[in-house]
């Protein structure tokens, strides 16, 4: 069983983690900025749909690259669309509601540190692998720990870090 330090509401695996030099685990750009959207569009007035270019020019991501983003955020039931002059996009749920994991798993699929965790069939070996209970207890580390993060804990600490700043805009 792998042994976890809580530090600011953070799991962090104890003892040396082994990793190649510039060698990281990676959340890509789809879902850091699938995140950024559903955050602008929790940070701004609920009752007005917020248009893409609006949003676009506030995060400094493409018009094009967030029109691709809220299909994936409106097929996951996340966001909602209205047509329109008047019409924008608007947060579908709560911010309490929705949790990291599931905007990852929109953004990205399925969290899976290793292939044979998320798809045990593409390994000959899984029956017999030793690491691969490390692998899944890890996995479910990570999917446990995001789950238990919702948009609005995100906003919460991020208006209290800026409160302690004096900074009183948003941009991430």
């Not at 919702?150 to 409160?163: F, G, S």
Request: proline content about 4%; hydrophobic content about 35%; aromatic content about 6%.
């Amino acid at each position: 069983m792998l042994d976890f330090a809580v530090r600011r509401g953070i799991f962090y695996p104890v003892g040396n983690v082994i990793r190649k030099k510039n060698e990281t685990m990676k959340i890509s750009t789809k879902g850091r900025y699938g995140l950024r959207v559903l955050i602008d569009l929790a940070t701004h007035d609920p009752g007005k749909p917020r248009m893409l270019k609006d949003i676009a020019q506030s995060q400094q991501i493409s018009d094009k690259y967030i029109s691709r983003l809220v299909i994936d955020l409106r097929r996951a039931k996340l966001i909602r669309s209205v047509r329109g002059v008047n019409g924008g996009f608007y947060l579908a749920k709560l911010p309490e509601e929705i949790t990291l994991l599931e905007i990852l798993e929109t953004m990205e699929g399925p969290i899976s540190v290793v292939d044979c965790v998320h798809s045990p069939e593409k390994c000959k070996r899984q029956a017999l692998c030793p690491a691969r209970d490390v692998w899944t207890e890890l996995n479910e580390g990570i999917r446990e720990l995001t789950r238990n993060i919702t948009l609005d804990d995100i906003l919460n600490a991020y208006r209290k870090r800026n409160a302690e700043l004096g900074i009183s805009d948003y941009c991430i």
